[in-house]
């Protein structure tokens, strides 16, 4: 709880340094801030690690909210910092942008620490009306201003989904709290809408997380927004919302059912498929990194077919797909920063005008293919042992077809940046853009060579 | 003294040589190189003692992984390979300048770090991550500072690339899968694994899928002939000289053992896909009008061979198949080598455009000629040796296997002796063709002496990887 007050705190003060025009220093003060609260959230550890601290029964805090929050919190520092360069030109609405990706983290932080459904809502709302307005932060560009409307009117339609879901199962057991529907659900004798409710608030999380066939939107709201925007939801976005299913899943059932665990496997194997076949005619990197993003939640949901066991695996992919995702973000933003699109040919030749970042990018994308020394291979190698131990041998290998498959468009990407020509010299780089990138790439390898780091957390 | 430090020292090396500047990497991957050799004769050396410079570590919890290192004689002569063949590929690039030439030499220093380790490696997962880890380097290296058009040789590279990792990802579902019945990736937990029929079917299916790729078996073998051809040269010796050993050792090593009674129910099936390798490669190979794309072929005749040999399950089949692959390993690096040599001064591979070189370079062309000798096995070299043995081991398997294998011989003097007729001997070329540098003739003549001297003496290789093979076959037969 402490960590969840002091972020909104964090986000006041954000708000109101723009009237005491602290604008130059929010960037700084902003991310000590959060790294302050990254303190908080791993001192709480320190002090009792099965600690379960209640606020009337909205929060619970355990080493799982934990270990998510702090992900979340160090992500949401990488963004901030990119955000102060990237918003040069805005500088008269630095303080909402930032104030609003802190308010972000909050929804975000609610949505892996509540015991109450209502709280749960309210995370997911706050995280997504975040997520709206950036979409839009670019008002006078037409295509962010369609991105927004398109991301809201979808993403409405999803909490609505929810919340109907969450109705419906308040209507079967008359709560809200969490342990007291779980105590529920493990007797015999529920009414069919307490099912019919999980699998509503499912769907309406498959939408937040943008797994097939609800994954409509992800392309071109990706391709819309600001590329800061597009960033904030491939990494954190995506990632919470697993999380988030993650926890609703493993704290209201016990086990899934047959038919259930079918359902998320051929979701699973769709998303994977659909998002790996599309992202190899995509010319646009933001649109690639949205199919690749949505084959990514393809594989993330199999940690659902081993609930009970499979927490520590799922923080560390989203850790390690995040950092990938927050390290090529960095390097796309640098590039597209002043260009009107995305194309691959604006990475030609960048081995050359650039080693370091074209390196960089090279890591984060050998990543996400699941190459070893980087975290992404130990992510995909965890998932795929625990999934061959719950006896789903067909689904791990439709997922190594996968990523073979995969390999074909990150490498495209790599070809592009050291066999083609440059078109324009090499241009100063801020010193942030370098930091963000190489930062995060370090740490990515870092749980590469260390997994024990990121599983130990959870077990 | 274990393994550890050799890694660790070629580790450092490719870091040092990266921050060496373009101008001293060379030189400092050489001395690097060199050391590790000098080390690993060492650790030979405490091995033949009966030291144990093995290592075994902990390092993940969950899944548990370990950092095991086993050093046995079959692990230390591919390590030496490695070690021995380093410096010398390094050595003979002197003659050509690369542009970012730290990146060129600390991405083969790196490369020979995560072969070294794929060669060590006791533990399943370790063992695959040195795998995939010596393709990174290899695929930029043939990208980057590779020759002929670039869009072809993007295509070339990156085929190769996804077959080579499509291959071994499904190795790695079958390490999964053991690990799901093992509860550990260590070799010697995996040996002991009691596996129903029809799962060791499938295991040894996975395995041979990354295992062919990479030798090339047929019919997996058509990224090869591209990508030698438009990888540098150094790339193409480090590909055809030790990386495809990591293919034929994994056979010996996981394969094998992991899987043994599929491998003797295959064992017909596997060893005609060989010998169908030998026989389509010697006959491609005649007809190749680039001289790298023709030592391409011959070295798929020649590594068909040596599977065919690993396939047969008897000791001499296998230690026939190490000899030959360290024979073929240092003979392969003296051709392209020579190819090289050629491409220095007259700037093509095309065997037509070549001839008449011998009466102005009688060094290169006596040097040459022996190298081609050795490669066709000519009794004296130690390719003679291995193949020999190979041949004799697949005559008790069953006697038309030796008489097919046997065409590898036939056909590769053919190619090999048409092929040295067309390039070195005809009427004297107009074009000036200066002879062979010092830098050049050390190459060479290391090389040579290393193919007569095992080829008169190879007691001390056989000993030395005997006691492992009998060790393994012991597993094979339980």
Known sequence: MQVLITIVSL????????????RKLLVPVTVIGLLAILGISLNLWAIDPSMDEKYASMIAVDSFSNAFSSLFIILTIFLVALS?????????????????????????????????????????????????????????????????????????????????????????TGYFDLAAIKDLSSGAGLPIWFPIGITLMIIGMLFKIAAAPFHFWAPDVYEGSPAMTTATMSTLAKVVAMAALYKILSSMTSSLTPTFEMVIVVV???????????????????RMLAFSGISHAGFMLMAILSLSTAASTLLYYTAAYALAGIASFAVIIYITRNKDNEATANFNGLGKTNPLLAAVLTASLLSMAGIPIFSGFFAKFMLFTDTIKSGYLFLVIIGVINSIISVGYYFKLILAMYTKEAAEEKQAVPFVYYFVAVVSILLNILIGIHPSLVTNLLN | MDV?????????????????GDKLASKVAL??????????????????????????GSWIANPKVALAFKADGLSMAMVLLTTALTPLIIFSSFGNSFTNAKNFYALVLFMSFAMTGTFLAADGLLYYIFWELALIPIYFIALIWGNGDAEERKKAVVKFFIYTLGGSLFMLIAFAYLYSKAGSFLLEDL?????????????????????????????????????????????????????LKM?????IRWQLPIAPSAAKTYMPVLIGLSIAGVIYGSIVALRQKDLKKLLAYSSLAHVGLIAAGCYTLTLDGLSGAVSQMIAHGFVIVGLFFAAEVIFRRYETRTIADLGGIRSQTPKFTSMFMILVLASVALPGTFNFV??????????QVNIWFAVLGGTTIILGAYYMLKMFQDVMLGETNSKVFADVTTNEAITFVVIIAFLLFFGLYPKPIVDLVTPSLNEILEVINK
């Open chain 1, 11 to 22: 986000g006041v003060f954000c708000l109101l340094a723009e009237i005491f025009n602290l």
């Open chain 1, 84 to 172: 102060g360069d990237f918003y040069k030109e805005n500088q008269t609405k630095i303080s909402d942008f930032i104030a609003i990706k802190v308010f972000l983290l909050s929804g975000a932080v609610a949505m892996v620490s509540f015991a109450n459904l209502s709280m749960f809502f309210l995370g997911i709302e706050v995280l997504s009306i975040a997520l709206y307005v950036l979409a839009a932060s670019r008002r006078l560009d037409v295509k962010s201003n369609e991105a927004g409307m398109k991301y809201f009117l979808m993403g409405s339609f999803a909490s609505g989904i929810i919340l109907f879901g969450i109705c419906l199962i308040y209507g079967a």
């Open chain 1, 268 to 286: 699973s194997i769709l998303s994977m498929t659909i998002g790996n076949i599309m992202a190899l005619r995509q010319d646009n990197v933001k």
């Open chain 2, 4 to 20: 550890t430090t050799l890694l660790l020292l070629l580790l450092v090396g490719a870091i040092a040589t990266f921050f060496a």
């Open chain 2, 31 to 56: 001395v690097f190189s060199l050391g590790a050799l000098g080390l690993s004769l060492y650790l030979l050396n405490l091995l033949n003692q009966g030291t144990n410079i093995g290592f075994t």
């Open chain 2, 191 to 243: 040996y002991k694994l009691d596996l129903k029929a029809n799962e060791e079917c499938w295991i040894f299916l996975a395995f041979f899928l990354a295992y062919a790729i990479k030798i090339p078996i047929i019919p997996f073998h058509t990224w090869q002939a591209k990508v030698y051809q438009k990888a540098p040269t150094v790339g193409t010796m480090l590909l055809s000289g030790i990386m």
């Open chain 2, 247 to 251: 293919g034929l050792y994994s056979v």
């Open chain 2, 386 to 395: 291995g193949e020999f043995t190979v041949l004799y081991s697949l005559s």
